[in-house]
DNA sequence: AATTCGGGGAG
DNA sequence: CTCCCAGAATT
């Protein structure tokens, strides 16, 4: 096993016939999912599907990262168009790392969690310079490159190289813990889960039986109401055998989001031009483009509502936006001002209204400018 | 071990 | 409304 290194305490130590009984369960339980997999499999832009495997057409490396760092917490759905924008715009991994890192975050805007854009740029870069422009083909060497973790290493190694890695993502817990019944809550669970999946991962095709895994925890071992008379494990289950399989994964309480507020100032120009600027390069929606604005605190602070704003003007209000993030929810008043002359005098620039569409512009900030501007990414004026 | 990172779709 | 999605990096 390449991916050792924790100890395993899962229960008391077996017998060595229970041991074997548990390693051929486990292989079996390998070839019904795999065959499962042969019959059931999702089509996807990225997968080289059995049939296509079959006839010798293998996986592309890049393809397959750019794939994995696109669905980190991010649905197989939304991750779609953007996955085909990124291949027409630089179709190896090569021009990516010659792109305009501006250009790239333009093209990643609306998919959230921008640290992955960053590193997605860093790694090919490192790629290009470190490797010849040939990803590493270990676990270790992925997983040294940005942005690649445990589960991105491992998926890659699997899937693009035909190594035998225990790929752990969010549908596989849930399917291993259903199939053990494993009372530990996660995150605490996860390398117990990982020997687990380890321990079931078969030599031949390991890619095929990650998305396997995958595809199972998506389509039938879903959060809610699991379709288990349908599943290829359900004869080895033992989360269906003595519990409810739909109260598994066990997991910590989460804990509530708190409200923050802020002020955003959208300012058009004399041709309809808005006035942006860019945000710090680390943090929250870090190196995307924003309207100014005041900092997002936990209560009003009315001066600074003067301070945050670009440029002395006849600032109207026109209403409050509410966007969610991942840790806090937040409502932003929004201001406007018609402005018969561009003021040049901070860090910010005046885009044109035809070209706002194209900017790095995060969900909230289109709100707020939609806000201010309801025609502003209307069809028809780009 | 906890926290910080977006956005959207399903139920 | 709640949950969670092919998680990683930082503290």
Request: charged letters at 25%; aromatic letters at 8%.
């Amino acid at each position: 096993m390449k991916d050792g290194g924790y100890s395993f305490k899962y229960r008391a130590q077996p017998t060595s016939r229970q041991m074997m009984q548990h390693t051929d369960n486990a292989a079996d339980a390998a070839r019904r999912l795999l065959s499962w997999y042969d019959r059931h499999h999702r089509d996807l832009p990225w997968r080289i599907s059995p049939p296509m495997a079959r006839d010798g057409v293998v996986a592309d490396p890049y393809h397959i990262w750019l794939s994995e760092v696109m669905l980190q917490q991010t649905t197989v759905q939304a991750v779609k168009p953007y996955f085909h924008k990124f291949l027409t715009l630089w179709p190896k991994v090569t021009d990516l790392a010659s792109a305009d890192t501006e250009e790239v975050m333009k093209a990643w805007a609306g998919l959230g969690y921008y640290a992955r854009a960053r590193n997605l740029k860093k790694c090919a870069e490192a790629v290009a310079r470190d490797h010849g422009g040939v990803f590493p083909d270990t676990e270790e060497g992925l997983k040294a490159l940005p942005g690649i973790g445990d589960y991105t290493a491992a998926a890659v190694s699997a899937i693009a190289f035909n190594r035998q890695s225990a790929v752990l993502d969010g549908n596989v817990e849930r399917v291993i813990s259903r199939l053990y019944a494993i009372e530990t809550p996660l995150p605490s669970a996860k390398p117990e889960m990982r020997a687990l999946v380890a321990r079931m991962t078969p030599a031949d095709r390991p890619g095929d039986f990650a998305q396997g895994m995958m595809d199972l925890g998506a389509t039938i071992c879903t959060p809610k109401r699991p379709a288990c008379a349908l599943c290829p494990l359900n004869a080895d289950c033992l989360a269906l055998k003595m519990a409810d399989p739909e109260t598994f994964p066990r997991k910590a309480a989460k804990k509530d989001k708190p409200l923050r507020v802020g002020a955003a100032f959208v300012a058009s120009g004399p041709d309809g031009a808005v006035y942006l600027r860019k945000r710090a390069e680390t943090g929250l929606l870090g190196g995307m483009t924003e309207v100014p604005g005041t900092a997002w605190t936990s209560r009003i602070d009315g001066d600074n509502t003067i301070e945050a704003q670009p440029f002395a003007a006849a600032w109207e209000p026109c209403g409050t936006i509410t966007h969610v993030f991942t840790h806090f929810e937040l409502r932003l008043s929004v201001y406007r001002a018609n402005v018969a002359i561009r003021d040049k005098s901070g860090n910010g620039w005046w885009e044109p209204l035809a070209s706002l569409e194209a900017q790095a512009l995060p969900t909230v900030m289109k709100k707020a400018i939609a806000q201010a501007i309801p025609h502003a990414f209307k069809a028809g004026t780009n």
